[in-house]
């Protein structure tokens, strides 16, 4: 495939709308029933992409955190694809998996999957690329920025930063018309941003790390803004679980979160050591990332911050936002604010059950926060991760 053929993400996306449509998904459902009945003590299964998102995943297995806690634990499963994550999921393939945020709302309203968030697999991690002589969003008119999905929060934050600017998000096919204040959105995978960049065939993307910080290194592209300088420490991806193991294996659950949050804590004090380990020469080849892009993420040069905010890639240099940060509990003001926001974004394909959903409702219907709660106690609090205690907040989103 070449890494520029957009009619592949074209495809992708219409294959992973027909899983998660209800005749899609069934066939793969009963197959989830099948394995849980024949393998009922079944191991941690992960799939993920090779995205920094991944991080707490990937740290847990590498350190023997499962095998900690008591529990087997399988070798991660690199997918190269949200639809191969969803599919493989669905089917049981894999039950612990890391996802975009509004993706899960899409799979527990949209498709009827029996699955919930258990905790927040990061905070941040994300910015808006553009090519190296675009300085301003508004610069973006008439052209084309590319998105991971449109269920993401990418689509979410980049929209409401063109929207800001005085810019329409618009959905057009290659070869249509694009007025000068409109931009055309498209999906691309990840992987195939920075040359689809390089190549002018986009003129901007906004994605998980460390694919910024790959257009940095290669020099086709500068971070206009980071995502986290916009919704200060949002959930991009959260830890997405089977409900059948939630309610048949509380204790395996436990553990399996109590594992998740011990590695983000690890990592928090252990950014150098994550970048090798997460990195094409560690010891389990993770991801196909060289170190030193890792370490422009993970454990950036003390220089870098003050770069940022002179140039505007951050605004909001109160917010004392890391690029990554890893914070486990899913605050429920968040998701609410999340689904008040999908309903007036621009979204490919069918969105109509978005418009019934009760933002309350979801947050208390989608994720299932006891775990998270014992595991966060367990290693002494909020506080652990620089938070205030309690298990509230206000949402702050700027221009």
Request: charged share 20%; aromatic share 8%; glycine share 6%.
């Amino acid at each position: 495939m070449c890494l520029d053929d957009l009619t592949h993400s074209r495809r992708d996306f219409l294959k992973l709308s027909a899983v998660l449509s209800a005749a899609g998904a069934l066939p793969l459902l009963s197959s989830l029933q099948a394995r849980a009945a024949s393998e009922p003590d079944a191991p941690v299964r992960i799939g993920y992409l090779p995205i920094t998102d991944a991080t707490p995943l990937l740290v847990a297995h590498n350190n023997g955190l499962f095998e900690a806690e008591g529990i087997k634990a399988e070798r991660p499963v690199l997918l190269r694809s949200w639809a191969q994550v969803i599919e493989a999921f669905i089917s049981g393939q894999v039950n612990v998996i890391h996802l975009l945020s509004p993706m899960t709302v899409w799979a527990r309203y949209g498709s009827q999957v029996p699955a919930k968030v258990v905790a927040w697999n990061h905070v941040g991690g994300s910015g808006l690329t553009v090519s190296p002589g675009i300085t301003e969003v508004k610069q973006l008119g008439g052209k084309s920025v590319a998105i991971p999905f449109w269920y993401s929060i990418h689509n979410v934050v980049v929209q409401q930063l063109l929207r800001d600017n005085g810019l329409t998000p618009v959905a057009r096919a290659t070869g249509k018309a694009i007025a000068a204040n409109e931009v055309n959105l498209i999906v691309l995978p990840p992987s195939d941003m920075p040359p689809a960049l390089a190549s002018k065939r986009i003129d901007g993307y906004i994605v998980a790390e460390p694919f910024n910080a790959l257009a940095e290194n290669l020099k086709v592209g500068r971070v206009q803004r980071f995502t986290g300088d916009v919704w200060r420490n949002h959930a991009c991806c959260v830890v997405f679980m089977h409900e059948h193991d939630l309610t048949n294996r509380p204790q395996w659950s436990q553990k399996v979160v109590n594992a998740i949050v011990k590695a983000q804590v690890w990592t928090r004090d252990n950014r150098e050591e994550a970048v090798k380990l997460l990195s094409k020469d560690g010891p389990n080849r993770y991801t196909p990332h060289a170190e030193p892009v890792l370490s422009k993420v993970l454990a950036p040069a003390a220089g870098d911050r003050a770069a940022y905010l002179a140039d505007g890639a951050i605004q909001h240099g109160d917010w004392d936002e890391h690029r990554i940060d890893f914070q486990p509990y899913p605050f429920p003001s968040y998701t609410e604010e999340l689904v008040r926001r999908l309903k007036d974004t621009l979204i490919e394909g069918d969105k109509k059950f978005l418009a019934d959903l009760d933002p309350a409702f979801v947050a208390k219907d989608l994720v299932d926060d006891r775990f998270v709660r014992n595991a966060i106690e367990s290693v002494g609090g909020m506080k652990t991760f620089g938070l205030p205690d309690g298990y509230e907040r206000q949402e702050e989103i700027g221009a």
